[in-house]
T-cell receptor, first 116, second 117 residues
Framework: GAGVSQSPRYKVAKRGQDVALRCDPISGHVSLFWYQQALGQGPEFLTYFQNEAQLDKSGLPSDRFFAERPEGSVSTLKIQRTQQEDSAVYLC??????????????FGAGSRLTVL | AQSVAQPEDQVNVAEGNPLTVKCTYSVSGNPYLFWYVQYPNRGLQFLLKYITGDNLVKGSYGFEAEFNKSQTSFHLKKPSALVSDSALYFCAVRDLHRGGGGNKLTFGTGTQLKVEL
C-alpha cells in the first residue's frame, strides 16, 4: 500500500485480556519499529525489526509484551494480560533502509488501546 | 544514552509572525536529528532531518531547522506562521556512536504549536 496501515484503530479491552495489534508496513521497507505513545507524551521506543529479525527489544516494558514479524513484512504486537497502564497509542513505523542510514520513518496512524 | 528535550509544552504565535520551536539533544557521538509533526488522529509526518553538512536544513511546508553543535540544539523555525501549522511537533535524535541508541529514534515530549489569526 501507499502508507503504513495499522489495525484496529481503536481497541477497548478489559483488564487481563490479551490483545493483538497489526501493522502493515510499506511494501519493501526493511526496517519496522513499534512505539508506545502515552497521552501527552512523545513516542517511546518498544522494539525494532530488520526484515524478520528482531534486533532490539530493549523498550518492551515487560514480558507481557511480544512482537513478531515472521515473514519480514506484516508485524504483530501482542500484549498479554493487559493492565490499565498499557492504555496508550501504539505506533508502527517503517523505513526503506536497514542499515545505518539516516532512516526517515513513515508512521501509521496508530492503534489506540484503552484498558478498563 | 541518547535523549531529547523540548522545553516548551506549548508555543503560541500570531499568523504571519516567525515561529521557533526549541529542541536540545544529548548523545555520545554524532547525531542524526529529525523533526516530525503530528496532526490529530494522524500519524507522525516527517518534516526535515540533519545528517551532516550545512547547519541550516530546509524541509517541508517552509520549515527549517538550525543545527548548533556547541549548544547541542536543533531548533525548528519558520519565517511566517500559518494557522494550518497548528499541530504537535516532535524533535528526535539518533546517536551514531557505536553502542549508543542503536537504530532507534528517541523522541522528545512534543511541543504544541498554536497559530492564531
Amino acid at each position: 500500500g501507499a502508507g503504513v496501515s495499522q489495525s484496529p484503530r481503536y481497541k477497548v479491552a478489559k483488564r487481563g485480556q490479551d490483545v493483538a495489534l497489526r501493522c502493515d508496513p510499506i511494501s519493501g521497507h526493511v526496517s519496522l519499529f513499534w512505539y508506545q505513545q502515552a497521552l501527552g507524551q512523545g513516542p517511546e521506543f518498544l522494539t525494532y525489526f530488520q526484515n524478520e529479525a528482531q534486533l532490539d527489544k530493549s523498550g518492551l516494558p515487560s514480558d507481557r509484551f511480544f512482537a513478531e514479524r515472521p515473514e519480514g513484512s506484516v508485524s504483530t504486537l501482542k500484549i498479554q494480560r493487559t493492565q490499565q497502564e498499557d492504555s496508550a497509542v501504539y505506533l508502527c513505523a517503517s523505513s526503506l533502509d536497514g542499515g545505518v542510514g539516516a532512516n526517515v520513518l513513515t508512521f501509521g496512524a496508530g492503534s489506540r488501546l484503552t484498558v478498563l | 544514552a541518547q535523549s531529547v528535550a523540548q522545553p516548551e509544552d506549548q508555543v503560541n504565535v500570531a499568523e504571519g509572525n516567525p515561529l521557533t520551536v526549541k529542541c536540545t539533544y544529548s548523545v555520545s557521538g554524532n547525531p542524526y536529528l529529525f523533526w516530525y509533526v503530528q496532526y490529530p488522529n494522524r500519524g507522525l509526518q516527517f518534516l526535515l532531518k540533519y545528517i551532516t553538512g550545512d547547519n541550516l536544513v530546509k524541509g517541508s511546508y517552509g520549515f527549517e531547522a538550525e543545527f548548533n553543535k556547541s549548544q547541542t540544539s536543533f531548533h525548528l523555525k519558520k519565517p511566517s506562521a500559518l494557522v494550518s501549522d497548528s499541530a504537535l511537533y516532535f524533535c528526535a535524535v539518533r546517536d551514531l556512536h557505536r553502542g549508543g541508541g542503536g537504530n532507534k529514534l528517541t523522541f522528545g515530549t512534543g511541543t504544541q504549536l498554536k497559530v492564531e489569526l
